[in-house]
């Protein structure tokens, strides 16, 4: 069945409403971008659009592979910053001198395809609790406390396992549907920037309780990648 599209069509009351419909408090807003600029992240289509045009700059042609490319950590944080601050190019050109478009887009490809991997091993889990012992390391990069909670639950209570599965991924595919909601306000409200950027921060914000930060949210893009989960990916820290 298609799920229905919850996005309001006026302006909510207050955009924490969104966020405590699925547990948790409106996130505190802070002053965390590198910049001097409005902190609000992409949407997807946005992120999209924004990594198209770093292949446009660079003239780099499709279908071909990215991630020969050398790119180093500060790369990594000038991408995920401007993903989450919401910087087009050009932008952030003007408040980061020196923009390196070839490296920030392998950065980009290598985050992808290692949040992809972890993805794809956490849907493989849900199809079949066989595959937790071969694909707990890799979901666990993205979704360390549900893979902990079901390896344990594998060895103590094997046989509530395929249970447990199923109300982490209820769990999960919640989170997703927040994300939708969310992102479908933000663009019936883009007009209204700093209205816009108030929900942009139910998506991602390094102090609140935002999506980004729960342990049962599955990111399906870079631009909602949390610090920590950005480490594990590159191999920065121990996951497990």
């Known amino acids: 069945?298609?799920?229905?599209?919850?996005?309001?069509?006026?302006?909510?009351?207050?955009?924490?409403?969104?966020?405590?419909?699925?547990?948790?408090?409106?996130p505190t807003r802070a002053a965390w971008s590198p910049w001097a600029v409005a902190a609000r992240p992409f949407v997807a289509v946005e992120e999209r659009q924004f990594v198209r045009a770093l292949g446009d700059t660079i003239g780099f042609e499709p279908g071909r592979d990215p991630l020969g490319e050398p790119f180093a950590r500060p790369d990594v944080t000038l991408l995920v910053n401007a993903l989450r601050c919401g910087l087009s190019l050009p932008r952030l050109a003007a408040v980061a001198p020196g923009v390196q478009p070839a490296r920030m887009l392998a950065a980009y490809a290598t985050l992808e395809r290692e949040r992809s991997r972890s993805a794809e091993a956490w849907r493989a889990i849900v199809a079949s609790p066989d595959a937790l012992a071969e694909c707990a390391q890799p979901a666990a990069r993205l979704l360390p406390v549900s893979v902990a909670r079901l390896t344990e639950i594998a060895s103590s209570r094997p046989g509530t396992l395929p249970d447990a599965i199923s109300k982490l991924a209820a769990a999960v595919d919640a989170q997703a549907a927040h994300v939708r909601r969310i992102e479908a306000a933000i663009a019936d409200h883009s007009a209204d920037e700093a209205f816009a950027a108030e929900l942009g921060a139910l998506l991602y914000d390094p102090f609140g309780e935002a999506v980004a930060n729960r342990p049962d949210f599955l990111p399906d893009r870079v631009g909602l990648l949390n610090p920590a989960r950005v480490a594990a990916l590159l191999g920065e820290r121990p996951v497990g």
């Open 1 to 26: 069945m298609e799920e229905s599209r919850e996005a309001p069509t006026t302006r909510p009351a207050s955009p924490g409403r969104l966020l405590n419909s699925s547990g948790g408090n409106p």
